[in-house]
């Protein structure tokens, strides 16, 4: 009985948090000529640590992930899908998916705060978030900021407006 009240309170605590609350305030996106889904600082997990310690000029570093900016109005979503290929000696390819449509539930999505992460026990997994880039009919482009829980994991609203949304052309990049 003792256990299965320890079992319950340490699965109905995991993640719980005050939405916004004394999360800190994630800054504006800068907006950039154009997205990038091979910048290194975007999927430097998935290369060894030298490959990002000197960029390609064709591939610079993006800029930090952040909110939509007042007056930028994306037209569509690019999100990088990156895929490690194991028998292929390139070792890493990446997806970039492009999204249209009505992108009001995205952006609706995409503007919820942070939540709190004080006093909240978390699972100890790893979410890998695929970057997001929204990009407006002149080509420019923002790095966007996923809104996440207390745990720091992504909160569902983005995925679901995105999976919502036509996929209207995949490149793959090696």
């Known amino acids: 009985m003792l256990l299965g009240t320890a079992t319950a309170c340490v699965l109905l605590s995991g993640c719980v948090g005050v939405s916004g609350g004394d999360a800190p305030e994630v800054d504006p996106a800068k907006i950039v000529d154009g997205y990038d889904c091979l910048a290194p600082d975007l999927i430097d997990w998935a290369y060894p640590p030298h490959s990002a310690s000197a960029p390609d000029p064709e591939h610079p570093y993006a800029p930090d ?32 998916v492009t999204f249209a449509g009505d992108l009001a539930p995205l952006l609706a999505a995409l503007a919820e705060p942070d939540d709190d992460d004080s006093n909240v026990a978390c699972t100890a997994d790893l979410e890998l978030v695929p970057p997001l880039w929204l990009v407006d009919a002149a080509g420019k482009a923002i790095n966007a900021h996923y809104p996440v829980d207390a745990c720091h994991k992504t909160k569902p609203g983005a995925r679901d407006a995105l999976a919502a949304l036509p996929v209207v052309d995949t490149t793959t990049l090696q």
């Open 65 to 96: 992930a952040g909110r939509v900016p007042d007056g930028f109005t994306p037209t569509t979503a690019e999100r990088c899908d990156v895929m490690t290929n194991l028998g292929d000696a390139q070792g890493v390819s990446v997806t970039a």
